[in-house]
């Protein structure tokens, strides 16, 4: 992990989106030193889950600025994160506003809000949020359990291209608030999510496009409210190598493998939820001009461990060479298991 990288991402994302208060994904990569890098470059942070807080209460993070995003929390873990000082959580039904009014009274809650038909690269949406008219419903109903009305959220799915996606849900946050007004109930924060891009096989567009759209969507509100966003991959994605060793190569149907000693079960689980589209930037040690073409697996005895298929490597490449595989700096190590007894990736820290 590339430390300065990280920091040159976070400057550049706060730079693109001016008055969105940026809270790094904890599920993303909970690297430590990253973290305490990006606490001090002024970044706050969300967590799914009370352990992930447990790590920045470790670096002295303020819980009351924390957002608590995941829509569906066991009760054991909203207690934990409520007696340390936790005050801002997510949910999307009746029975999670039930379990927030019993374990976190008075705290200020945010609805999911769904967002439909989103053409991600790494599709990640489906599973959290409901309609518009649901989400007011629901708003209202926190108040009337004691809780606080806070906020709404909504993400339009992981690494997303189209800095459009964001106009449709921001349109239907404004409707949701004007509806909620009609009622009293005045909301203080919209969460824009995630799902801002890293460069992978393609350069994604500038940031600072995915901002205006933002904007434009906040400006046209019907009034002012504080706005955050939750990013993940574009703060972390390209300052991550992962640095591999062959462990050996076949030619099967005419056809050259290259059997790594990492995997999508020892950290590329990506590869497997994105059917292999996902395709990340690989270079070998060798940099022999003698090219072939080579599917690209893992050490494990399961066939579906095959990281990318068809990548230009140095023809000669053994047992014992290196392959480097670039923006692996999220949604890597902590997907990575021990399955078939191979070991998880280490990490080292570089800087510049």
């Known amino acids: 992990m590339d430390l300065a990288s990280v920091a040159r991402a976070y400057?550049?994302?706060?730079?693109?989106?001016?008055?969105?208060?940026?809270?790094?994904?904890?599920?993303?990569?909970?690297?430590?030193?990253?973290l305490t890098l990006l606490r001090s470059a002024g970044c706050q942070f969300e967590i799914a889950s009370a352990i992930e807080l447990e790590e920045l209460l470790a670096i002295g993070v303020d819980p009351a600025e924390v957002l608590y995003s995941n829509p569906v929390k066991p009760v054991s873990h909203i207690r934990r994160a409520?007696?340390?000082?936790?005050?801002?959580?997510?949910?999307?039904?009746?029975?999670?506003?039930?379990?927030?009014?019993?374990?976190?009274?008075?705290?200020?809650?945010?609805?999911?809000?769904?967002?439909?038909?989103m053409d991600s690269d790494v599709p990640s949406e489906g599973k959290f949020g409901v309609d518009a008219g649901t989400a007011a419903t629901l708003l209202a109903s926190a108040r009337d359990l004691g809780?606080?009305?806070?906020?709404?959220?909504?993400?339009?799915?992981?690494?997303m291209m189209y800095p459009s996606a964001w106009r449709a849900p921001m349109a239907a946050v404004g409707e949701i608030m004007s509806?909620?007004?009609?009622?009293?109930?005045?909301?203080?924060?919209?969460?824009?999510?995630?799902?801002?891009?890293?460069?992978?096989?393609?350069?994604?567009?500038?940031?600072?496009?995915?901002?205006?759209?933002?904007?434009?969507?906040?400006?046209?509100?019907?009034?002012?409210v504080r706005a955050v966003a939750e990013p993940g991959r574009a703060?972390?994605?390209?300052?991550?190598?992962?640095?591999?060793?062959?462990?050996?190569t076949a030619t099967r149907l005419g056809k050259r493998w290259v059997h790594l000693d990492v995997?999508?079960?020892?950290?590329?689980?990506?590869?497997?939820?994105?059917?292999?589209?996902?395709?990340?930037?690989?270079?070998?040690?060798?940099?022999?001009?003698?090219?072939?073409?080579?599917?690209?697996?893992?050490?494990?005895c399961d066939s579906q461990d095959t990281i990318v298929f068809d990548?230009?490597?140095?023809?000669?490449?053994?047992?014992?060479?290196?392959?480097?595989l670039g923006s692996a700096g999220a949604y890597t190590t902590v997907y990575a298991s021990s399955f078939n007894g191979f070991d998880p990736p280490s990490i080292r820290c570089v800087s510049g």
Request: aromatic letters at 10%.
């Open 11 to 34: 400057r550049e994302m706060a730079s693109a989106l001016p008055g969105v208060t940026l809270h790094y994904a904890m599920k993303c990569n909970p690297f430590r030193p990253m």
């Open 82 to 117: 409520y007696a340390a000082g936790v005050r801002q959580f997510a949910f999307d039904s009746v029975e999670e506003l039930a379990k927030l009014a019993e374990a976190a009274p008075g705290a200020a809650v945010f609805v999911r809000l769904a967002a439909f038909e």
């Open 147 to 159: 809780l606080r009305p806070y906020g709404i959220s909504f993400h339009v799915g992981s690494q």
């Open 179 to 224: 509806k909620l007004a009609t009622d009293s109930i005045y909301l203080e924060m919209v969460d824009v999510g995630g799902g801002f891009p890293a460069r992978y096989s393609a350069k994604p567009p500038p940031l600072t496009e995915y901002g205006q759209v933002i904007a434009a969507g906040l400006a046209a509100l019907p009034y002012p």
């Open 235 to 248: 703060l972390v994605a390209e300052a991550g190598t992962l640095v591999t060793t062959v462990v050996g």
């Open 263 to 300: 995997g999508a079960f020892n950290g590329l689980m990506e590869s497997l939820e994105t059917g292999n589209q996902l395709r990340f930037p690989v270079w070998d040690s060798l940099e022999s001009p003698a090219r072939q073409l080579c599917h690209l697996t893992g050490p494990t």
């Open 311 to 324: 990548v230009e490597l140095s023809a000669e490449l053994s047992a014992g060479d290196r392959v480097y």
